[in-house]
């Protein structure tokens, strides 16, 4: 046998563990990229159910926020479990900015600050105004585009607290209504 036919040779075997080598290896990298693509829409499906329950739990709030009267202790309960409901199922959004703006909503809705002036229907009227920012905000989210700048009474609301900043998720404590 002449060289160049073991030349031949041994660059087609070369070239076909080559060959062989690049395709197991774009293999594992597109079942890699597929693994990836699938967790994320997993991800997705999870915040965009939680959002869908949020809300639900929205809407119902604002529903019973029309309803509750003073004498109504109940209804009151109800409203501070949805709202620590809407609380629970935001853990699960990706997007930082709407879970701290939905958070902050939430936290206003069903506390009155010390040396509180406001009657109790202003409060209602405030807890209906922080829940449609919080659904503005989350159908925004829903339809991807981008955050909705508050009105200006939702906007006046945090200012009637003795603090600036509600604080990060690990520096808010929510405190139950005492019997």
């Known amino acids: 046998m002449d060289a160049s036919v073991w030349v031949?040779?041994?660059f087609g075997l070369a070239g076909t563990g080559i060959g062989g080598g690049l395709s197991v290896w774009s293999s594992a990298m597109a079942q890699r990229q597929?693994?990836?693509?699938?967790?994320?829409?997993?991800?997705?499906?999870?915040?965009?159910?939680a959002i869908e329950a949020a809300l639900a739990e929205l809407f119902e709030v604002q529903r019973e926020?029309?309803?509750?009267?003073p004498e109504d202790q109940a209804r009151s309960r109800l409203l501070h479990e949805r709202m620590l409901t809407v609380q629970v199922l935001m853990q699960r959004v990706p997007d930082a900015d709407l879970r701290t703006r939905v958070r902050e909503d939430t936290f206003l809705m069903p506390l009155s600050p010390p040396d509180d002036t406001r009657t109790r229907q202003e409060r209602r009227v405030d807890i209906l105004y922080l829940?449609?920012?919080?659904?503005?905000c989350l159908g925004a989210n829903l339809r991807g585009e981008p955050i909705p700048p508050r009105t200006d009474r939702?906007?006046?609301?945090?200012?009637l607290w003795p603090f600036f900043q509600i604080g990060?998720?690990?520096?808010?404590?929510?405190y139950e209504a005492e019997e």
């Open 8 to 10: 031949a040779a041994v």
């Open 34 to 49: 597929q693994a990836a693509h699938t967790r994320e829409e997993q991800r997705q499906a999870r915040a965009s159910t």
């Open 65 to 69: 926020a029309r309803r509750v009267t």
């Open 131 to 136: 829940s449609a920012d919080a659904i503005a």
């Open 154 to 159: 939702v906007e006046a609301l945090p200012d």
């Open 168 to 174: 990060s998720d690990r520096d808010t404590f929510i």
